[in-house]
């Protein structure tokens, strides 16, 4: 006979999102399961923080933890090999000065902590266990769950509310077809770990490097260990058109930046190179009878800002809340589901406008020569720290840029033709749903 559990709220899926959502959830005093498919720890890319993340720590209790594995990454530099030109943008100079840095952290270890710590706030968690079935009773009346352990034992719970934090997986996404390739962007990715990099000195030893180049954008990120993790997010039809290994044809892909192989001259790989395509996405709708989606399993925007673990974890927390208020009085269902609407828009709205611009002509000049008039540097800044959540009046200043962005495209008219063509031609060309093979 298979088991069977009840529970306030059921979460799929252990990362940043859904590990954030039952430690809150926890904490209010609700009984909360968290299921994985994995065990922990598991290898994960992303690994880079911002600013935005340091009060999420401290509010789960965990700052301690992630400072002892965490790379300080102090700063964020855009490289344009095109020219030669580098700007530093220093998170001291945002527009709060309070916390002018973040970290660097290996997923796998950073993911254990979050999830260890949902345990010890109260959460039943369950690795090695993966969903595979979800039936939302009718009228709302909660939800059921059928999961297998890695054993092969089946489990079944009955729960009020379920959260599907499942990441790229996109359990629920796929399931209701909810999901959507974005059709204004979309990317695929290279990457793999190396030792030996060449890293800058002192306090700068921590930035993160970002490269242009001519079918993308490269990833340098330094982890505390000495490992560095080398990524290139690039146009589908750059990476449909490889005829070589996969291996090679990342070696070939670093080989087109000049300034980026210069700094892997000595280094030694250390892990295979992964290949990911369909980045980015949507879902139509983040919420439903008995369900929210959040996290990755609701949208994921192109890193080029490091934007992932804090959206994530941002969401999670803002899930957790929804989910308290509803299950603590009916009533309160419509305004929580509205503010966690509100919440998941905005994250993935608010960089996208900057991600779907960020290889353009225009904005590279912005980026490489940035000014201060109306505060426009510090806000960019802030929007750099993921600080877009909170208080801090950035959103005149983040308008104004958008005025000097178009403004400039007006005034160089043929260079912006021709980056809306390049576009136009990357987006029509973009990938399929099929995953990109390794080999």
């Known amino acids: 006979m298979d088991a069977q559990s ?5 979460i799929i899926g252990g990362g940043p999102a859904g590990s954030t959502a039952a430690a809150e959830l926890a904490a209010r005093g609700r009984r ?27 509010h789960l209790g965990v700052a301690d933890q992630i400072r002892a594995i965490g790379m300080e990454k102090w700063a964020a530099e855009f490289h344009s090999p095109f020219d030669g030109r580098q700007q530093t943008f220093e998170f001291a100079d945002c527009w709060d000065k309070t916390r002018p840095f973040a970290y660097h952290v290996r997923r796998s270890d950073f993911d254990d902590i979050l999830f260890r710590n949902a345990a010890r706030r109260g959460a039943e968690t369950l690795e090695g266990c993966r969903v595979e079935d979800v ?24 729960a009020r509310q379920l959260i599907d934090a499942s990441g790229r997986d996109t359990f629920l996404g796929k399931r209701l077809q909810l999901k959507r390739r974005n059709p204004d962007h979309n990317s695929s990715a ?10 800058n000195e002192d306090r700068a030893e921590g930035n993160i490097g970002i490269y242009w180049f001519e079918h993308g954008w490269f990833w340098f990120i330094p982890l505390r260990d000495g490992v560095t993790s080398i990524g290139a997010v690039v146009w589908p039809y750059y990476l449909k058109s490889r005829n070589v290994s996969v291996q090679q044809f990342f070696n070939d892909t670093i080989a087109l930046c000049p300034p980026l192989a210069q700094r892997l001259r000595e280094a030694v790989q250390v892990t295979p190179v ?3 395509g369909n980045y980015c996405y949507s879902s139509t709708q983040c919420v439903g009878p008995n369900y929210l989606l959040t996290g990755d399993a609701y949208a994921f925007v192109d890193p080029v800002f490091s934007s992932g673990v804090m959206l994530a974890m941002n969401s999670g927390l803002e899930a ?11 009533r309160s269902t419509r305004a929580a589901l509205r503010r966690y609407e509100r919440v998941m828009r905005h994250g993935p709205r608010t960089f996208s406008w900057y991600i779907y611009r960020v290889s353009n002509p225009t904005m590279r000049e912005l980026f490489l020569a940035p000014r201060n008039a109306l505060r ?7 929007l750099l720290a993921g600080d877009i959540f909170g208080a801090t009046p950035i959103w005149g200043s983040l308008r104004a840029f958008k005025a000097v962005y178009y403004v400039d495209c007006a005034l160089h008219p043929l ?12 987006i029509r060309t973009m990938d399929d749903e099929r995953p990109v093979v390794s080999g």
């Open 320 to 330: 957790a809340r929804a989910v308290d208020a509803i299950l603590t009085s009916a």
């Open 135 to 158: 039936r939302f009773a009718p009228g709302g009346e909660g939800v059921r769950v059928e999961a297998r352990h890695e054993d092969g034992r089946r489990q079944i719970w009955q």
């Open 6 to 10: 009840i529970a306030d709220v059921l």
């Open 274 to 276: 992964e290949a990911t």
């Open 415 to 426: 260079r912006t033709l021709k980056a809306l063509r390049r576009r136009s031609f990357n």
């Open 376 to 382: 426009m540097k510090e806000a960019l800044l802030s």
């Open 190 to 199: 290279l990457y793999a770990h190396f030792t030996g990099a060449l890293r």
């Open 32 to 58: 909360v399961v968290l299921l994985e498919k994995s065990r922990h720890p598991r290898f994960h890319i992303g690994e880079s923080l911002l600013p935005a993340n340091l009060p999420l720590f401290e």
